[in-house]
């Protein structure tokens, strides 16, 4: 069983940033993908950004250039660097982890679907 937690939402201005942490608990295969999804009001739920073991990366093209996705070494902490933030950006931001390897030829995002594992969620918002 896996167990995510997420903290650092909050509140920022306009171009300000914020640096979103996901702690894993548990036990994640050596091959796995672990992901960040945001859920604004009255919308679908949509894939932020991507990593998968390999340290490969993937990115929503509303995020590309301002958002950092990495993890730490022993692969305990997820975390979402985010810069220049917008009012758009404003959601529910939430970690998500499978077992399964994630590695797409054309570094498309992993559907929510392919995940087993989310946290609670953090709340992100941003005002103009």
């Known amino acids: 069983q896996v167990q995510l937690v997420e903290s650092g939402g909050g509140s920022v201005q306009s171009g300000g940033s914020l640096r979103l942490s996901c702690a894993v608990y548990?036990?994640?295969?050596?091959?796995?993908?672990m992901g960040w999804f945001r859920q604004a009001p009255g919308k679908e739920r949509e894939g932020v950004a991507a990593?998968?073991?390999?340290?490969?990366?993937s990115y929503a093209d509303s995020v590309t250039g301002r958002f950092t996705i990495s993890q730490n070494n022993a692969k305990t902490t997820l975390s979402l660097q985010m810069n220049s933030l917008k009012p758009e950006d404003t959601a529910e931001y939430y970690c998500?982890?499978?077992?399964?390897?994630?590695?797409?030829?054309?570094?498309?995002?992993?559907?929510?679907?392919?995940?087993?594992?989310w946290g609670q969620g953090t709340q992100v918002t941003v005002s103009s």
């Open positions: 990593i998968n073991s390999s340290g490969r990366t």
């Open positions: 548990g036990y994640l295969t050596a091959t796995y993908c």
């Open positions: 998500a982890a499978d077992h399964r390897y994630c590695s797409d030829p054309s570094n498309k995002l992993p559907m929510s679907g392919y995940f087993t594992y």
